[in-house]
């Protein structure tokens, strides 16, 4: 299957520093990725679409602000959370499309972010 | 009703036994069908994908599509303790949309 890639797998900053996390499609090219949160013996939970070349689209009750989204590339988006907090503490995992007529859908390793 | 429901479980059983999984759904759009196996702090793993209703085998495991009952499973034969994970289903409607998830179901095999 395609492979995703995301980095670092596990990060700890600061309250009130920023974080990049990255997501890459490293065998196929992905207009679209997707980023989900997953909280302890919980399911995934979508957050936001990342579209190449415009503006990502947010689910009801994420802060754009805050979880800042950028699609530089059909290989490559990042999220960027922004003044992080410890209630941001999470596992935070992107997908992409494999693209085509496919439904086929892939994720990467996940990051964990742990904000002291 | 959620549009996706899955047993959390958890499920025990022992080596070699044959495992069912089972996902029930509300939305007859959907027509793409997956089920991932998630690791503990790890990414999910695709394991079986699905367009539209039939049977698909790869290996031990076994994934079926009923759309006329809404219902999706997969089939486990002769499990193995490093198939202690949980296994999440998801379905779209169309490709390359945003995937809704089950809860996900905990599997734990015992040797």
């Known amino acids: 299957g395609a492979v995703v890639s995301q980095h670092p797998s596990w990060v700890i900053c600061k309250s009130g520093t920023s974080v990049k996390i990255e997501c890459r499609s490293l065998?196929?090219?992905?207009?679209?990725m997707f980023w989900y949160r997953q909280f302890p013996k919980q399911s995934l939970m979508l957050m936001a679409t990342?579209?190449?070349?415009?503006?990502?689209?947010?689910e009801q009750g994420v802060e754009k602000d805050k979880f800042l989204i950028n699609h530089a590339s059909l290989t490559l988006s990042t999220l960027t959370v922004t003044s992080a907090h410890p209630e941001d503490s999470s596992f935070y995992i992107c997908?992409?499309?494999?693209?085509?007529?496919?439904?086929?859908?892939?994720f990467g390793p996940g990051t964990r972010l742990t904000v002291t | 009703q959620k549009e996706v429901e899955q047993d959390p479980g958890p499920l025990s059983v022992p080596e070699g036994a044959i495992v069912s999984l089972n996902c029930t759904y509300s939305?007859?759009?959907?027509?793409?069908f997956m089920w991932y196996r998630q690791y503990s702090r790890k990414g999910p793993e695709l394991l079986m994908y699905?367009?539209?209703?039939g049977n698909k085998e790869d290996g031990r495991f076994t994934a079926q599509v009923d759309k006329s009952s809404k219902y999706i499973s997969l089939f486990i034969r002769d499990s193995q303790p490093s198939d202690s994970a949980t296994y999440l289903c998801a379905m779209s409607g169309q490709a390359g949309t945003a995937l809704i998830f089950g809860k996900g179901t905990t599997l734990s095999v015992s040797s």
């Open positions: 939305n007859s759009a959907f027509q793409y």
């Open positions: 990342s579209n190449e070349g415009s503006k990502a689209t947010y």
């Open positions: 065998d196929f090219q992905a207009t679209t």
């Open positions: 699905t367009y539209s209703s």
């Open positions: 997908s992409a499309p494999q693209g085509g007529t496919s439904g086929e859908q892939y």
